[in-house]
Nanobody, 127 residues
Framework: QVHLVEFGGGFVQAGGSLRLSCVIS????????MGWFRQALGKEREFVAG????????WYADSVKGRFTISRDNAKNTVYLQMNSLKPEDTAVYYC????????????????????WGQGTQVTVSS
């Protein structure tokens, strides 16, 4: 059974930074792409960032491009999301997720392509 736990959410002023971490257990982490998604109150869950199984490729939603950076440490079974220049509209619950596809070559951003999810961590950005 795959288990994901997110860390690092919190409250920050606009323009500030936060770093989210997600630790995965129960799966050969290094064989699967990872994604970060978020869901604001009253809105649907949306894609934020993705990283390939070997860390060689990253891709982002236009709304966070240039401000957020996704990375992974396969030795630690951990994926990170560095969030800089935060805006109030970044306020949401952030979720990490594991791709359902082994050593996948596609840059997936559809939540249906991710089979395991963490419980989420709240990020609140004040204006």
């Amino acid at each position: 059974q795959v288990h994901l736990v997110e860390f690092g959410g919190g409250f920050v002023q606009a323009g500030g930074s936060l770093r989210l971490s997600c630790v995965i257990s129960g799966r050969t982490f290094s064989r699967y792409g990872m994604g970060w998604f978020r869901q604001a109150l009253g809105k649907e869950r949306e894609f934020v960032a993705g990283i390939s199984w070997n860390g060689g490729r990253t891709w982002y939603a236009d709304s966070v491009k240039g401000r957020f950076t996704i990375s992974r440490d396969n030795a630690k079974n951990t994926v990170y999301l560095q969030m800089n220049s935060l805006k109030p509209e970044d306020t949401a619950v952030y979720y990490c997720a594991v791709s359902s596809y082994d050593r996948d070559g596609l840059e997936r951003s559809d939540s249906a392509d991710f089979g395991s999810w963490g419980q989420g961590t709240q990020v609140t950005v004040s204006s």
